[in-house]
């Protein structure tokens, strides 16, 4: 997230900007404890005080993340981090974007294209889905000169003909 930071910008602007964030689930890990969930809450804070607080402690955690709106579940509705290395796959249903992990689905607010270019794990393997090459244990080949990737959930996506030879170039380059 960009911390906004215009000059003459009043606290209460600066709060109605943030006020998306304020209800939002964060990790906090104590030593090397196990972690829990937070809310923040600003309240009797001055702009520069909050704006700190935004580029010490949450930009450097959202850099390699995504927010997402957990699917199902407990936690249903809410907003939540996920980490690039815990997403299996990306797939576009629709005009929505779903990123996929062990254990959960989420919808997030970014475009397909967009995603290919996030992180250096991340390729395009179909019309409709990313894969976090991380996430893939095995690949076999498939009818008509397509590919079967089998993730390390146990999930199988397949490689078109489209994407193969991209696929294959990328995992020769990596």
């Known amino acids: 997230m960009r911390v906004i930071s215009e000059v003459g910008e009043s606290i209460s602007r600066l709060k109605r900007k943030l ?18 969930q937070a809310t923040i809450r600003f309240t009797n804070y001055e702009q520069e005080e909050i704006e700190q607080f935004f580029i010490t402690y949450i930009n450097p955690s959202v850099k390699n993340a995504f927010l997402g709106v957990q699917l199902s579940g407990i936690n249903k509705d809410v907003l939540k981090k996920i980490y690039y290395k815990d997403i299996l796959y990306f797939e576009a249903l629709g005009d929505r974007l779903y990123a996929y992990t062990r254990s959960d689905a989420y919808l997030i607010k970014h475009k397909l294209y967009e995603i290919e ?14 894969v976090n090459i991380l996430a893939v244990d095995k690949i076999s080949p498939s009818l008509n000169s397509k590919l079967t990737l089998w993730l390390t959930d146990g999930q199988d996506l397949e490689v078109s003909r489209k994407y193969r030879k991209e696929f294959l170039k990328y995992l020769e380059e990596t």
Do not use: Q, T
Request: glycine content about 6%.
């Open 117 to 130: 270019d996030v992180h250096s794990s991340f390729i395009r393997i179909n019309k409709s889905m990313v």
């Open 19 to 36: 006020i998306n964030w304020e209800k939002v689930p964060l990790d906090v890990r104590i030593g090397e404890g196990e972690s829990h």
